[in-house]
């Protein structure tokens, strides 16, 4: 008897921990960023990959999809759609102002009165990775 309601506790457990992860309270994945153009630890103040181009564009894109997936869109939204949790990034202008507001949470994440409504990204991210979902994002705004 004893055993049978250890196992059903355990059964239950894994049941619950299994419901935690697919509502996505994970931990931000850190993301491999050693193809992108190089920044380091100073964070610049504008996106430095918006102008560039060609392969090593489609290559910024193709990380910052990946770390999007990953780390924003549990909240922000599948393809940077919102669903209304959280703001749509897609809105937030691709200027001097959206990158520094950018900037600005990323950072320091959104914490109000003790309550963390959005954790801070670059604890696990590069600025190389968080500047490639800014680049995503903007590659989803050009193509509407
Ligand atoms: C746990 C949920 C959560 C995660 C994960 C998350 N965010 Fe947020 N984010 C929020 C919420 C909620 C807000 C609104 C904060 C507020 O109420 O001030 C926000 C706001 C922002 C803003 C400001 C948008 C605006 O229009 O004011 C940016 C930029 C942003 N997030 C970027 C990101 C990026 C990039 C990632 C992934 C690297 C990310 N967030 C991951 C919840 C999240």
Same mark, same amino acid.
């Given at each position: 008897? $004893? %055993?049978?309601?250890?196992? =059903?506790?355990?059964?239950?457990?894994?049941?619950? #921990?299994?419901?935690?992860?697919?509502?996505?309270?994970?931990?931000?994945? #850190?993301? &491999?960023? *050693?193809?992108?153009?190089? %920044?380091?630890? /100073?964070?610049? &103040?504008?996106?430095?990959?918006? /102008?560039?181009?060609?392969?090593? $564009?489609? /290559?910024?894109?193709?990380?910052?999809? #990946?770390?999007? !997936?990953?780390?924003?869109?549990?909240?922000?939204?599948?393809?940077? +759609? =919102?669903?209304? +949790? !959280?703001?749509?990034?897609?809105? %937030?202008?691709?200027?001097? &102002?959206? &990158?520094? @507001?950018? +900037?600005?949470?990323?950072?320091?994440?959104?914490?109000?009165?003790?309550?963390?409504?959005?954790?801070?990204?670059?604890?696990?991210?590069?600025?190389?990775?968080? @500047?490639?979902?800014? *680049?995503?994002?903007? =590659? %989803?705004? !050009?193509? /509407?």
């Amino acid at each position: 008897m $004893k %055993l049978i309601l250890t196992l =059903s506790t355990m059964a239950t457990a894994l049941v619950f #921990s299994a419901a935690v992860l697919a509502h996505g309270a994970v931990t931000p994945q #850190s993301i &491999d960023t *050693s193809t992108l153009p190089t %920044l380091g630890e /100073e964070w610049v &103040d504008t996106n430095p990959y918006r /102008e560039l181009g060609g392969e090593v $564009k489609v /290559e910024i894109i193709r990380v910052g999809e #990946s770390a999007y !997936a990953q780390n924003c869109a549990r909240c922000h939204g599948l393809q940077a +759609i =919102s669903g209304g +949790i !959280a703001p749509d990034l897609r809105e %937030l202008v691709a200027d001097f &102002d959206g &990158d520094e @507001w950018y +900037i600005e949470r990323v950072v320091n994440g959104a914490v109000r009165n003790g309550a963390v409504y959005m954790p801070k990204m670059n604890e696990h991210l590069n600025q190389e990775a968080l @500047w490639a979902v800014r *680049s995503y994002v903007e =590659s %989803l705004t !050009a193509n /509407e």
